[in-house]
């Protein structure tokens, strides 16, 4: 028990100083790391500081000082009971190496149900085109409804150059657009996965609905030419933003697991982050593809050089994803 | 709907129990707007920056624009609540910080996910599901803190009363039994001996027979807590046994009043 408080501030107070600075140091500096002798006296100065806390508890007038006590030992106590790695150090070549394509087949079932969602909005996109032409305004984004297929592409072979002088512009319209639905489709996780699921659906369908619209005109070739190069990388980059949202939902759920919700989602948010920071990366990939490649048609390029080129791109991306990381990590000395 | 809670409680492993006030919606909707205010303020400076490459190429101006709102939109709080642990300036200026929910150290994924998904906190506008799931949590918390595990929480600066106004320099009769009043300091809670500051403070503002009656009730709840001799207490109202009573618990015998503000 305190009896002169006076006293006990006047001669504990070095010791709190002491503690507060190591804490400005961490606070301050993210790569401040101490030595042997450092943590030695910054793990006594925390137990001085409970200790203290402990005392002045007792003191109903000091809550100022309780105050002051309690936002120390409650900023120490992170410090000292963190166990997890705070390691941020960027070493992009690995994580694109193994950190990527392992978190993306450790969640492959997520990936999966990513892709039936979408294919089922695609053949409802699909059945809706055949079978009610008038859903077109619905179904169809991007005011793909107002122009029909054939005219389209006489539009765009004419070099009717919409974007000419614009094209880095739309390129980052793009990325930004593209990656703000991507978070969307991954922060809508948290209602049980239902909004994710509602977005991949409806990215189905109107995927469905223009794709069997320009089949259906005869116009496949020029679909897939000017699809593909960006496509091959935008739709996947989608479909993993679904997948993280499913991660995020099946940890809100919880099915079949037993450790608390809080604990789950603490489990996978590393992994959240770690696809989402690739969904964005494919996303600005598609972006530049978009805007300067997949806009220019026959004569400018050919329909045959954009097929291959998208052809490329989606083996390559399936190879990274499927086969990347498998060779165990050379560990570090 | 779960119980609410305004505090933070963590029990260290030593049996130390501190805590720490949970930031409401309000508070927090105030920090947003802060830092819009500065999101917005750091756009228009970019913008401004940006015309030099604009004149070269309007199109790589534009696109530069665009890129920069959208970098800074999305990473202003992520940037700012990694290296300030927590913190942005809207949160500086109202004293809040991000923190891990259980008293662990902030983690650079929590921080993202809590300000990716800011994306569905914030809809359909205003942050109005934010502000719903944190009204309606226990830990105040909105979505994004449930996903990352975080709470925000917040140190108000305390600001001791003026005692020298509140408690002239007259005889304190229960100072006259240290040991009784040690015994006080001990049982008196802090939520206690602030409601008799207040009292204090507020007295001229009551009805006279409001006053009587406030600092009666006062008075036998102290006067239970720790009954003192009744020779400190006798001759003496129930007004001015609860001003000795807080001269007790707020001033030393040297006559300092908060130790932590010395």
């Known amino acids: 028990m305190i ?18 600075s190591y804490l400005n140091k961490f606070e301050t500096d993210p ?29 109903s007038g000091e809550a100022e000082l309780r105050q002051y006590l309690e936002n120390l030992v409650a900023r120490a106590y992170g410090e000292i009971h963190e166990s997890r790695s705070l390691s941020v150090r960027l070493r992009p070549l690995h994580w694109l190496r193994y950190t990527l394509p392992q978190t993306f087949r450790r969640h492959a079932r997520a990936f999966l149900l990513a892709c039936l969602v979408t294919v089922g909005g695609i053949l409802f996109g699909t059945g809706a085109t055949i079978y009610d032409p008038e859903s077109r305004s619905v179904t169809m984004p ?22 000419s002088g614009h094209q880095t512009t739309f390129s980052s ?23 994710t699921l509602i977005v991949l659906f409806h990215n189905g369908v109107g995927l469905g609905a223009i794709s069997v619209d320009y089949i259906m005109a005869g116009q496949t070739k020029f679909l897939l030419g000017w699809i593909m190069p960006h496509g091959v990388t935008e739709i996947p980059a989608i479909l993993v933003a679904g997948q993280a949202g499913f991660l995020l939902a099946a940890a809100l759920i919880g099915r079949g697991q037993h450790a608390p919700m809080s604990a789950r989602l603490r489990a996978i948010s590393p992994d959240v982050v770690t696809l989402i ?46 086969a990347c990381g498998r060779t165990p990590e050379k560990s570090k000395p | 709907m779960t119980t609410r809670v305004n505090t933070l409680v963590i029990q260290t492993p030593e049996g130390i129990v501190f805590s720490q006030l949970l930031a409401g919606p309000v508070t927090r909707f105030a920090a947003w707007l802060v830092d819009w205010a500065c999101i917005t303020a750091l756009a228009l400076v970019i913008q401004m ?9 309007p199109d790589v101006g534009r696109a530069m624009t665009i890129l920069s709102y959208f970098g800074l939109s999305i990473g202003y709080g992520i940037i700012l609540e990694w290296f300030w642990r927590g913190q942005t300036f809207g949160k500086r200026l109202l004293r809040l910080r991000v923190v891990d929910a259980h008293g662990l150290r902030l983690q650079f994924n929590q921080v993202v996910i809590r300000n990716l998904l800011r994306a569905v906190d914030m809809l359909p506008m205003l942050y109005l599901v934010g502000g719903v799931a944190a009204v309606l949590t226990r830990r105040a918390q909105r979505l994004g803190d449930l996903a990352a595990n975080t709470v925000v929480v917040r140190n108000p600066k305390t600001k001791q009363p003026n005692l020298d106004k509140l408690l002239p320099d007259k005889y304190n009769s229960l100072r006259d039994y240290p040991h009784l009043e040690v015994r006080l300091r001990q049982h008196v809670s802090a939520a206690e001996a602030t409601l008799a500051v207040r009292a204090l403070m507020r007295r001229d503002m009551l009805e006279p027979q409001a006053r009587v009656e406030l600092f009666r009730d006062i008075a036998a709840h102290f006067r239970q807590r720790v009954p003192f001799p009744a020779e400190a207490t006798d001759g003496i109202t129930d007004e001015q046994y609860v001003r000795n009573v807080v001269d007790v618990l707020y001033r030393t015998r040297s006559g300092g009043q908060s130790a932590a503000a010395k």
Not at chain 1, 3 to 20: C, I, K, N, S
Request: hydrophobic share 50%; with cysteine; net charge neutral.
């Open chain 1, 142 to 163: 991007f005011g793909h409804d107002a122009l029909s297929p054939s005219e389209r592409v006489a539009r765009e072979e004419r070099g009717d150059d919409r974007i």
């Open chain 1, 31 to 59: 790569r401040f790391r101490m030595s042997l002798e450092d943590s030695r006296r910054f793990h006594y100065l925390y137990e001085r500081a409970c200790a203290g806390l402990a005392r002045v508890a007792t003191f």
């Open chain 1, 173 to 195: 319209y793009l990325m930004t657009h593209n990656t703000r639905v991507a978070v969307l489709t991954l922060a809508l996780g948290m209602t049980w996965g239902l909004g």
């Open chain 1, 277 to 322: 920071i690739g969904v964005a990366l494919m996303l600005i990939w598609a972006g530049l593809v978009e805007a300067f490649f997949s806009q220019y048609h026959e004569p400018v390029i050919p329909y045959l050089g954009k097929i291959l080129f998208g052809t490329v791109q989606l083996v390559l991306l399936i190879l990274y994803f499927a």
């Open chain 2, 49 to 57: 920056l940006l015309i030099l490459p604009a004149l070269v190429s």
């Open chain 1, 3 to 20: 009896v002169d408080l006076h006293r006990f501030v006047a001669g504990e107070r070095d010791y709190w100083t002491q503690l507060e």
